[in-house]
């Protein structure tokens, strides 16, 4: 029981660690954005946004505004207001979504009377989203703030940018597991699992299990499970179709060769998960109780396409 015990808590700390290294969610990075801004100011002082560079004027609008309301949110900074802004970028001849120099950063800064003034741009690279943040302060045309963060790509972004969305219907993974088909101990097991998604939080597919008793020195016995399963996902963190915490049923009939004599039972579960994307892997710690193997605990991991 210990070594079981031990195997979960390793399976649910990976699972952790995989989330919180791949997920980076544009909302939350704008989060950090805010009070990195607010952590290098005065407080009550007056700073200006300009329009982020980026492939569309959605994204642009949709980065200043959240930004904006973030620091309103959570600081006591004042932020210079749309129509001002519109009237100095209109005596510079200043597009907002061009690229901007310091010296123009600078030069809005000065007639707006801000302290400082942040800019930048939003790129795609490696599949993935790298926003960059400059902020300088007017008085000493020096950056404050200049840095980069990672942003991973959701049906958000991609809505922003205009991108078609590319949606994942079908997953084939591998399956390890450990389970209580066996007589006095556990039993590993390996598999494979094939799933296709009817709709955004609903999928169905087969998987085929083998087991087999290590530690019954007493009988020689394997099993394979055969099983259908319907999926729900319950809830999605980053909001991607058929992602995030599910149940899932199976049933099917479950192949038993105890000492080179085949008998084939009914097997049949209950199934709690946690399915991780990551472009087109998936990473899937689960766990699962039913007759006849009683409980099982393992990871998936796969392609999807």
Known sequence: MKKIMAILYFITFAALCFAKQETKELDSVLGQVSRDISSKCEKKEI???????????????????????????????????????????????????????DSTALSIGERLGAHAIIFGSLEELDNKYNLQVRMLNVGTASYSLFKKYEISRSSKTEQLLHHKARIYKSSLGFMAEINKNSVSAFSPAGGIVFDYSLSRRFSAGVKALASYDAFNTDQSI????????????????????????????????EFLMIDSKLKTVTSGGITLGFRIPSGSYYFEPYLRGGYPYLFGAGVSAGFRF
């Open 222 to 253: 394997y099993s394979i499970e055969t099983s259908f399963i319907a999926k729900l996902y319950l809830a999605s963190p980053g909001g991607e179709p058929s992602s995030g915490l599910f149940v899932s049923g199976e049933a099917g009939p």
């Open 47 to 101: 700073i200006a946004i300009l329009d982020f560079r980026s492939e569309t004027e959605d994204m642009s609008r949709y980065l200043n505004n959240q930004l904006i309301s973030m620091i309103f949110e959570n600081s006591t900074l004042q932020v210079v207001t749309r129509s001002n802004m519109d009237k100095v970028e209109k005596e510079l001849k200043f597009q907002s979504s061009g690229l901007v120099s």
